[in-house]
């Protein structure tokens, strides 16, 4: 069974975003671009299953524009097999919104036929939390959103989800083919060791365009501007206890 994994190239977690003078999103020229901490997560967790024999081939799927390919250099260099780059260089002002990167992931999916889509909860550079639940109902394939287990029983063609929901974990159950999105807990992804590095270079990365896959990537919503959040007030360091007590009474007024 193949397992096909989504992994976004977004601008790195440590990195503080800034708003571009324009407004139409955040800065990401010269900014240091990471794999979607989300997404690393994700192919993790295809590898553990293809090591623990319920998968035997893994491969990784972006879509953005040439710089993506670092993104998949780092999914061959973690162990993924091989990797599709759907090329796509958009407009900072037009971003690719998940419904677009949901249709061609769907296209992607027919064209490689996998038992498991696995994708990250979100990504971190939009926060949107859409794409693996769209693909879910684009393929109409059975969907596990948060996972922090993943059992898969490839003999029975099911695949056992944990997720954290507020107050428990809800265990269910979905049959293959399926979509999974990954939560924090699931795992601990694994850095790329330097001679995984080297090999990853010779890995097969086929690239093709949305239009190849006719897939129309047309947006029915649009960002109309991006702000930075508000300033913070400085704090104040009091003193003392009464000190503290006068500010809450007649400044604050909370007392
Ligand atoms: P989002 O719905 O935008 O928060 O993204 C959720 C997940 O969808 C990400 O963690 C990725 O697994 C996948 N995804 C979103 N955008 C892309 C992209 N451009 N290329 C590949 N995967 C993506």
Same mark, same amino acid.
């Given at each position: 069974?193949?397992?096909?994994? &989504?992994?976004?190239?977004?601008? +790195?977690? @440590? !990195?503080? =975003?800034?708003?571009? %003078? *324009? ?51 780092? &999914?061959?260099?973690?162990?993924? +097999?091989? @990797? !599709?780059? =759907?090329?796509?260089? %958009? *407009? ?164």
């Amino acid at each position: 069974m193949k397992i096909l994994v &989504a992994v976004k190239r977004v601008v +790195d977690y @440590a !990195v503080k =975003v800034r708003v571009r %003078p *324009d407004r139409t999103g955040v800065e990401t020229a010269n900014v240091k671009m990471s794999m979607n901490p989300f997404c690393e997560i994700a192919v993790e967790e295809a590898l553990r299953l293809r090591e623990a024999g319920a998968a035997a081939e893994v491969v990784a799927a972006t879509i953005g524009p040439t710089q993506s390919t670092d993104t998949l250099r780092t &999914a061959l260099a973690m162990g993924a +097999d091989r @990797a !599709v780059h =759907v090329l796509h260089d %958009p *407009d900072p002002a037009r971003p690719l919104l998940p419904l677009a990167v949901a249709k061609i992931l769907r296209a992607v999916a027919l064209q490689e036929k996998p038992g498991l889509v696995i994708l990250g909860k979100q990504a971190i550079d939009d926060d949107c939390n859409q794409t693996g639940q769209m693909l879910a109902g684009l393929l109409q394939w059975p969907q596990g959103t948060f996972s922090s287990k993943v059992l898969l029983d490839k003999e029975k063609q099911k695949v056992t989800v944990e997720r954290e929901v507020d107050g428990g974990i809800e265990t269910i159950c979905l049959d293959l083919p399926a979509v999974i999105t990954t939560d924090l807990r699931l795992n601990q992804p694994r850095y790329a060791t330097l001679p995984n590095i080297m090999k990853a270079k010779s890995k097969v990365i086929k690239k093709v365009t949305p239009e190849e896959l006719s897939v129309d990537i047309r947006s029915d919503m649009e960002v109309i501007e991006v702000n930075e959040p508000p300033k913070r007030k400085a704090g104040v360091i009091l003193s003392s206890v009464d000190e503290l007590l006068d500010e809450l009474k007649n400044e604050a007024r909370v007392l």
